[in-house]
């Protein structure tokens, strides 16, 4: 559904009637953190790739993907437990009765079952 709004200059504008507000005022910091996350992944395998290839420091190599990997792990993780504790309180809105529910236990705990 749509409805129209006339502009000064006699043209006809559309605009939708479902419109949705989203409150994207902390996104920032997921995005500079998954891009410093990103560049660092990427300066460990340019280390790995230029130790290995120097005599004698294939163990450091290893160990620097060992240790990045490691890092990458328990960020994940740590992130999808922080995710999941939010989403416990996360209202959705009934539409039959309008009333403000939270999120079911098992909505939250089968995704990341994954």
Known sequence: ?????????????????????????????????????????????ILFFVLNDAEGYQPTSLLVVNVCELTLYLLTTLAVLIASCQMRVLPYKDDSSGKFHKVPKTHVRIPNTG
């Open 1 to 45: 559904m749509s409805s129209c709004d006339f502009s000064p200059d006699g043209e006809i504008h559309r605009r939708s009637v479902n419109h949705l507000s989203v409150d994207c005022t902390k996104a920032h910091k997921g995005l500079f953190s998954g891009i410093l996350i990103l560049v660092l992944t990427i300066i460990a395998l």
